[in-house]
């Protein structure tokens, strides 16, 4: 145990009821029980079950650190109960992220995503948890460049004197299984170049400078978990989520937000096959219906307090992000008219783990050379 508070955002699908649209009820009751469970026993201190599309999203307040074993084994069983339940009730793509069986030690690598961030909390320690369905790590990079990067977003990176100087954004290329850690402003237009390519760098955590917070202590992470490189296949979309903290020596609660005005494209959507609109939703109106979707996010936002996460606010629940949701289901309606083309459809090489090297397999003694 140690006395800096530690949120761990852990979530899986295991099943979608229907198809891949929401979690059965029966699934998150499930998952309060046995976190209740934990609660008692000590493991955590608080905790919020919550969904986005077809993925059970755990929010977890404790003191046991990042990584911890017996944080991770609680989540682990709570997959592997609410899998069984998913069988028996015969809901979709049962157990569809547990891509491993025996548990040893650390949630990763094994099929769930996961952020976290370990902390010392600060007088008022506000956060916001975001959720998202049918798409991947890297529809994070816009966003979270915008509210870490951006003047034009962030007034306080030109107001406040405290994040003035601005961040370190730690950038995985998660192909290669690199890291590099990137300074902004002063490395601004390398960080874009590599963060534009977004199935392949990814923001994982942003990191404060020298000034008011430690610069040991991360103030936002991002899930970065790709299933495909764990089943060798394509089994849904790693659905991302993040964690990010605000206020006093951060961006604002707003600042963190703006960015989800924008609805900007993002891999996806049916099939994990095709470029879509990211609509900001309430918690009520995260299903993914048309055409699976479009993609969605989720923001919870919490006012912790000594490990205790509290009742959240559903952040989007609001006629705020009417225009963004509208302008989302204008561009649905223009992206879904190019039907199987590009840039509708992603480009070959994102298509690489799905059925399209079958397809050319099939045709292989056919082609003539020209
Ligand atoms: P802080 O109090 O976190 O500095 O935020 C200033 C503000 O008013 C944001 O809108
Ligand atoms: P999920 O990754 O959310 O399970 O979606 C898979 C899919 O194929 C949707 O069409
Ligand atoms: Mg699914
Ligand atoms: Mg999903």
New binding site residues.
Partial sequence: MTEKTTISVIKADVGGWPGHSNVHPRLKEEAKKMLTEGLKKGTIIDFCVAHCGDDLELIMGHKNGIDSEKVHSLAWSVFERTTEIAKELKLYGAGQDMLKDAFSGNIRGMGPGIAELEFTERKSEPFVVFMMDKTEPGAFNLPMYRIFADPFNTA?LII?P?IHDGFVFEIWDIFEHKKVLMSCPEEMYDILALIGAKSRFVIKRVWPKEGKLPVDEAVASVSTEKLFQIAGEYVGKDDPVAVVR?????P????ILEPFAFPHLVSGWMRGSHNGPLMPVAQKNATCTRFDGPPRVVALGFQINDAKLGEPVDLFDDVAFDHARKKAQEIADYMRRHGPFEPHRLPLADMEYTTLPKVLKKLEKRFEVV
């Fill in positions: 306080g406040d405290n605000a206020q006093s020596g951060l604002a609660l707003g600042e």
